[in-house]
Each structure stands twice: as structure tokens, then as C-alpha cells.
């Protein structure tokens, strides 16, 4: 049901430090019974917390989040039947946040709108059917917060002494406050949310509090976590508290260098009585804090650590005997819990914090293991498609694309249609109707899917058919590249484009024909076999070797079905040699490292998969766990191992793409994958290796949850252990056994013999 607005959207006649107050106060008109129902429906330009006779409505924090303002600003809808009273108090407090707040490393903010506003509709139902209706209008006021700053890259100051709560109370003297005035708004812009709010999810305390060689302060969290640390202080008034965040240390003392201009820096002006400042107006991502004048002995229970991230059910577990692989997959779990803020970002610390589409192109499958993240990546590709139709079928680089309102980079030549990063148009909604079976993201997405592919297709300049014109962020972070070129990968950028324009025509045929969309099927099958011809006829040799002769090229072509079988045992073998001349250690970058162990051991070289996936050495997965790493880095190399920062402009410690590896290890160690959409039907086939003896996996699926528990010593048979839920078939292949099929329930299998429990 479509809402109606009577609602005005509102803005302060002052603009209070860019953290304003807006109020109003009413009574329940009577003669209409008991209240059977109120809904408050709210939404600002900036970020909101609303409040009711001084309870918020809801946890949520930094609403309506970041969406493409242009097209879609989302509104919440919160019951607040339980708050009301005679005479109430309807109050929203305002922040920056996208809407108004530095984006970008260019230094620019305000690039929606130069004033924050709200927006705001209570309606309430009584027992006889009237409703009263509530809204922002001119007749609210505004005042200050004790927020004197906030930004989500810069951070929060609070000034305790400015702090009092009587503006939510009924009788409120407005001395010093404002009226307000109509802001501009285009109403066919509101949308309701589809995808979760962001919510607080969990605390964490200090692990240990210590002096720097520099005589700082320094507080280690023992994770490397997004969100923002709650103070617990007492203190001469006017005493300022400085907290400034990282991920990492480096020579002892705190290493802010990769994130650039982001100050990540929160001030709190003590009151001089008992304060607690929680600044929830921006978020930052680090593991150590550096705390400067603190009143007396600082103390682990004056400080909390509040991890924040958009609400996602955690769907997909796994463990193993190997310890470092476990840590791996921690890592895995909270890169994606402190990236998925509402936007699938890049990274969470820095002057940056975009959507790269690159990144979540790559990860989404993995993404849709751990979590329930089908409404949340809806919600982005809504915003995608608006960007995209927007840029005449150009997917951009970043969703949404604030990009296109601040000078190009200058590595970067005019934004265009590139491999993997406008892949995202297709590969993500393939990615959901895989993972949770729902044709709905297809539909949705079908045009957006479709306008890629052929936007892609018109620009191929090249008579031979291949995509090997114009710019390619090719397989980025090649860890071979120098640290100030990390487009400059061993892999074919050609290569990599036209291996990715095969995936995307057969994807968008198997779409077309789900659908019902016969002529749309057979267009994109035929650009399909053009492309696959273009590339075996330019790229690939006799022997199997492929142009640039590079990991990347052979384990995209591999995975993605560009070669014959004879070809593609070949391009195995090479692809394996190439791994082992390079000791094991990881040479593909964004492009090739989520393919590169599948296309091992899809052509028989399980072994070189294990040995590549446990090497410890630099560049590897493990190497960054040996390093005490607790998320994903961005580069293989983010802390080299003398412990020094990577010299590289860009570089952060907490960046999902490369654990996209993690999908791998679900499937082939943990054993559990989808034979077709949604996981009616499963494929149990763990494919033990290296010094794994045992290793759990579950997935809760729309059909119930999954469990497998594998283990085996020595060279005796494999014993395995599963739960199938009600409706679900699962087909179980061992090594060394034939295929099996089981249904529901609980069964016990070995590679050599098979008796339901």
C-alpha cells in the first residue's frame, strides 16, 4: 500500500553546527476511543534520530543511510503505538552523514544538497477508525544539539555542557530556538526501505591499554571493526577528550597514514559531572585508538567499542582443523560485516567508503554464504539500474556515483563500460537468484542486466570481436604490480574483458530464457559463441597457453567455459605449473583470485589448490593471518613483513574482495553447494586436502538448514555426516565413491558405504 504524503519536508532557519534540533508537541484529540495503532514514517536529507516523549522510536542508526538521492531517498516506518501519551513530543535530531558530509578523496562534500532537512508523518489510528495525522510542517522549531561537528570521515565533537533532553519533554521553553522553513524535496523520489536498517550489533572491550614509545595513549580492541567507541568519563568541565582511530600501528605508535585525508577523530567536551558520549552521527573503521586528555587513569571499563553494520542474519558457517584457515574465515566474516554499512563498500576507514562495484561483483557469492544479504544487495541494484539508466546503460565504477560530480581521477580516463566493475549489473543479481532461488532479482534486474551487455557490445571497436579497447582496471592489485600502479597486472586486459563478456552474454541468455525472453535468449547466446570464438581464435595456442601467459588469464578462462575440454586440461596444467613456479605464492589480483583455486581443481590439481591456499609466505591468504590480521586486507601486501606500512597511496586493512577465496572453501571444503537455485537441490562433495582432517559447514537455505561434518585419519575412509531439511534432495560425492542421493534428514556416509541414521 502506496503512502500518502501530508507531510512537509522541513529545514532549521539556522543551520546549529550542522547537527539541529526539530521539535513538536501535540495532543491526542479525544472522542475517538482507544489507540489502535500509530506509525511514524521519517526520512531526512542527511541522517536522522527520532525521538517520542524521549524514547527513540527504534535502534537504528545513521537513517535513511545512503542511497541514490537523486532517484531514491528511502523512508522508515516505525510502530510507535507504546510511546504516546496525552500530550507528546515528537522531536528528530540531524546529521551530516552522506547527504551533506565529505565523499570522495577529492575533498568535496555537499554534493545532494547544501541543507539538511526531515521529513515526517505520525499517523495515528483509534479504536473507531479516525486517524490524526502529525506532520513536519512551518509550525515546528529547531535548536542546537550538543553536536558541534560531525562527519562520518572526520568524526564527531560533543560538547557534554551544551547537552539537556528537555526539548523531548512536554512544556518546553524554546529560548534561543528557531522556526523552520520548507526545504526542497521531490516526492516521487520516496521509497520505503527494502533492505535492512543499520543497527548496533555487538560490544567489544579493550584488550590492552598501553604507553607508545611517543608517550601516547593507545587502546587495542583486538579486532579490526567499523562503528565507534562509547565514553565513559569524568572530569573538569570543559575538558576536552581526543580519540583518534586506526587499523593498524605502526612503529609503536598509530598508523593513519592510508587513511589519507579522514581524520577519524572524536572530541568530547566533558560537562564536569558523570558523561557518556556515544557519537553516533559517524562511524569509523579501526583496532587501535590513541585517547589524549583523559582526566585521571584511564580504565578498559570507561571504554566500549560499538560495532555497527547494516542488520544481516548471519546464514552460512564453517570450521576446519586448521587454525590459520579459521582465522582466515573470521576475517572473511567481519570484512564483510563492517563493509556492508548500508552500502556494499570498498572500505570503511578511509576518504573513500564507496560502493566499488568491482568488489561486490567479485564477493557477492561469498557474501550470500555468511549472511542474508538478498534484500540488502536488492536495494543497491535498484540503485545501480538508476544510476545506470542515468549514464545511458553505463554501469559506473561506484553505486551510488558520487563520482560523477568530482573531477575524474587522474589515472582514470573518462568513465566507461569496464570488465568486472560493470560486470556487477549481472553478476550480482546472478549471484542472489543462485544463493536464495528467487526469479524476482532476475525480473527486476532484467533490464539493467540486458542494457550492460549490449552497451558492452556496441563498443567492441575491435573487428576481431574481442573487448580489448578502451580503459580496464584489468585484474586490479596484481600483487606484482608496483604499489603506485596497481592496474598494471601480468594479466591481458583484453583477455580478462572478453573472458568477462563471455560470462556476462551467458548469464543474460540463461536470464532471458528463464524469463520467457526467447528472442532476447537466442541474441545473447549468438554474442555468446561470437566472443568465445573471437577469444580461442586471438588468445588461446595450440598448446593451451594463453596471451600474457598469467594465472589470471588461464583460471578465468577455465571457470568461465571459454575453452574445450582438451584445451582446457591444458590451460590446467599450465595454470598449475605457473602456481608452482611462483613457490605457491598468490600472483592474481581482484580479477583472478576468486577463481583461481576452482579452476585448479576443476582440472585435476586439488593439490596445487591446498598448497597455494596454505601457503604462509607473502603474497598469500595465510600471510596476512600470520600478521595478526582480523579482517581482509586491500593489497596482499598492506603491511609488509618488516611490519612497515605499504607504500602504496592506497592501502587499507579491511577490503572483502580478495576473501572472495572463501567461496571456494565453503564449496570444496566444507562441501556444500547449490545444484540449482536456492538449494532445493545440494551437492555435498567435500574434496579433503593439504592438512585438513576435518572440517563443519552449515547454510540455513529457504528450505531449512544444511549441515556437513567431514573428518578422516590417515589414509582411511572418509567419514561424513549430514542434515538435509525438509524438501531438499542432496546428491553426495566422495572421492573415490559414487555418487549418492539422500533426502531429508540426518545421514552418515564414508567413501566407501552409506547408512541413513
Known sequence: MSLTWSALPVAPNEDFDGAPLLRTEFMLEEGHGSIARATLHATAQGVFEAYLNGDPVSDDVLSPGWSSYEWRLRYRSYDVTSLLQPTSVLGIALGNGWFRGRLGWSGGSAFYGKELAALAQLEIEFSDGYVQTVVTDQSWTAGPSAVVVNDLYDGQTIDARRYSDAWLRSGFSDEGWTGVHPAGLDFSTLTPYIGPPVRRQEELRPIKIWTS??????????????????VRVRG??????????????????????PLRTAKATDRFILSGGDDVFEPTLTFHGFRYVEVDGWPGELVSEALTAV????ELQRTGEFECSNELLNQLHRNVVWGTRGNFLDVPTDCPQRDERLGWTGDIAVFAPTAAYLFDVE??????????????????????????DVLKYVKHPSQFPAPESTAIWSDAAVWVPWALWQAFGSRQVLHDQYDSMTAHVRRVESRLLSPTGLWDTGFQFGDWLDPTAPPDQPEASKADNGVVATACLYRDARIVEETAALLGRSEDARHFSDLAERTRTAFNEHYVSD??????????????????GLLEEETRQLAGKRLAELVAESDYRIQTGFAGTPYVLDALSATGHLDEAYQLLLQRECPSWLYTVSMGATTIWERWDSMLPDGTINPGEMTSFNHYALGAVADWMHRCIGGIAPLVPGYSKVLIAPQPGGDIRWAKSSLETRHGKISVSWSRDGD???ELDIAVPDGVAALVRLPGSDVQEFGSGRHRVSSTHAATA
Open 213 to 230: 614509545p611517543a608517550s601516547k595513549t593507545l587502546i587495542d580492541f583486538g579486532q579490526n571493526l567499523v562503528g565507534w567507541v562509547r
Open 236 to 257: 573538569p568541565a570543559g575538558t576536552t577528550v581526543t580519540l583518534r582511530h586506526a587499523e593498524v600501528l605502526e612503529n609503536g605508535e598509530l598508523g593513519t597514514r
Open 307 to 310: 560495532v555497527v553494520s547494516s
Open 375 to 400: 534484500d540488502f544487495l536488492r536495494n543497491w541494484l535498484i540503485d545501480l539500474s538508476a544510476e545506470q539508466r542515468a549514464a545511458d546503460g553505463m554501469v559506473p565504477y561506484v553505486v551510488p
Open 543 to 560: 598448446d593451451g597457453t594463453i596471451q600474457s601467459d598469467a594465472q589470471t588469464v588461464y583460471a578465468l578462462a577455465i571457470v568461465f
Open 716 to 718: 582411511a575412509p572418509i
